[in-house]
């Protein structure tokens, strides 16, 4: 019996640890990660929401998501419920994207971002960026403050 119990407390110490040092992995935000980065690093995430642990990607989006933004989405699964809707579940393990900037200043950027979902249907999304001023961790780091409804663009076929 006892042996059978540290085989059972071996695996549970060993799915937990995993668990937490994938979490780790995840990218947070700092003053070194440039605007197009940001959107680089959470457009990333989405299209392997699943790949270091289940909706790691949303996850990943999360991190770079502005204060405001997380005040006005609610809590993080608030958020993944968003994300999973019809208004955004296209980002959601997508086949590709493409950021192009459209304009920005010192204190924020502004993107056009096509993603080809996995059905192989384009949408364009507008998505800004803001340099976070107040004082704390996330000072002069650069966070999503603005994602548009997508536009579908047509299929690739």
């Not at 929401?49 to 996850?59: L, R, T, V, W």
């Amino acid at each position: 019996m006892l042996k059978t119990q540290l085989i059972i407390f071996n695996i549970l110490f060993f799915f937990l640890f995993s668990i937490s040092f994938s979490k780790a992995e995840l990218i947070n935000p700092n003053s070194n990660i440039t605007p197009k980065e940001v959107v680089k690093i959470q457009l990333s995430g989405l299209q392997k929401n699943d790949q270091k642990y289940k909706d790691s990607g949303i996850e990943q989006t999360w991190n770079f998501a502005h204060p405001n933004n997380k005040i006005a989405t609610g809590p993080l699964n608030n958020f993944k419920r968003m994300l999973k809707g019809t208004s955004y579940q296209m980002m959601i393990d997508h086949l590709s994207h493409t950021i192009t900037e459209l304009g920005s200043s010192d204190k924020w950027a502004q993107f056009e971002v096509i993603i080809l979902d996995k059905n192989k249907i384009y949408h364009k999304f507008n998505w800004q960026v803001e340099k976070y001023t107040v004082d704390g961790d996330l000072k002069d780091c650069w966070l999503t403050t603005i994602v548009s409804n997508p536009i579908p663009l047509g299929s690739s076929i």
